[in-house]
């Protein structure tokens, strides 16, 4: 009863807001859309610790209707095709990079780790194999110099392993591609390496350290990263609109959310600061985040604006400039002309709130 309760009272106070604005624009280009973008997708806007705008779009074609119930017969369930609502949770792919290297910052800020260590301080089995000088920013910015495996196939194997002990065992024997600091290579493997290292000093799981940092201080009762035998901070989180909106509104407010102060100002402003100068080489980086620099779990989209993009196609971002945060939920895999919506998209809530 008592969700139901927020539920309502949430769209009470979006009616009453989103009425003063005209999304019209956003509207019609959600649910024009919808079925390029998995046929389901529900959209939140946050504006002064208010959700100014909140709709769903649901186009689910007949050939997705017939994948989505062959998908969950193969696992034994019966397939959803339902309305996504605020509250609806779905894996979030590299969403989870956000979320993780803010888990990280949490221990920058408390003195017990420094950007600046080196990996090998805390996990000797990577200098064993040449890469104990990696640092926590090499890390969480996808520059740890090591020549990691295609996204998907990584985290499928990752997730056959028994314990972070083994994953990093398995990263170890990673080739290097370059001095870490000078190859920029999405993957999931720096945000892997930073994980473990929490969990050495943090004295406690991923799992745990997260639920104890953010989930919890940022009220995201649905979020979590699995009960697997190895946490996938890189890529395994799942969550929910109205969670993962409280969490970029923590980010837009520079660190503190309700009155409470869950990241330093200092870290988020380190967050969003590009590392991909003109020095460093360019091995690997996603189609959708064309042009982009990258920070810490974010990209880096413009002078104002930040991001964390997902494989499956969720969107999340905040605009500093224009004072809002927004998300967009979907589930699909096919990554053509995902940029261009996602700059279309973003355009269109922007002139509202201009």
Sequence with gaps: MRKVFLLMR??????????????SEVDKWLDNHADEMGGRLILLVCKDGK????????????KQKI???YAAKKQGKTADLSDFTPTTRLPIASCSKWLSAALVMTFVDEGKLSLNDTVGKYLPALSKTGKGDITISNCLSHMTGIKSPDLRKDLEEMKTLGSMD?????????????????????SNTGLQIA???????????FEALFSQRIAKPLEMKNTDFGKGKVPLPAGGAGSTPVDYT?????????GTFHGKR???EKSVELMQINRVTPDVKVAYSPAEAGSFGYGYGEWVMDNSSVS???????????DNNKRYCAFLMTFYLKPDSRKERYAELKKLVDKVLD
């Design 195 to 205: 994980g473990a290292v929490i969990e050495k000093i943090g004295g406690k799981s």
């Design 166 to 186: 083994e994953a990093i065992a398995r990263i170890a024997q990673f080739p290097m591609e370059g001095k870490p600091g000078k190859v920029f290579r999405y």
């Design 262 to 264: 869950i990241l330093s």
């Design 51 to 62: 959700i100014v705008y909140n709709k769903d779009a649901n186009n689910v074609t007949r």
């Design 246 to 254: 409280n969490f970029l509104t923590m980010i837009l407010n520079k």
């Design 10 to 23: 949430l769209l009470l106070c979006l009616g009453s807001t989103q009425a003063q604005q005209n999304f």
């Design 67 to 69: 994948f989505a119930k």
């Design 308 to 318: 964390s993009q997902g494989m499956f196609g969720s969107y999340p971002w905040v």
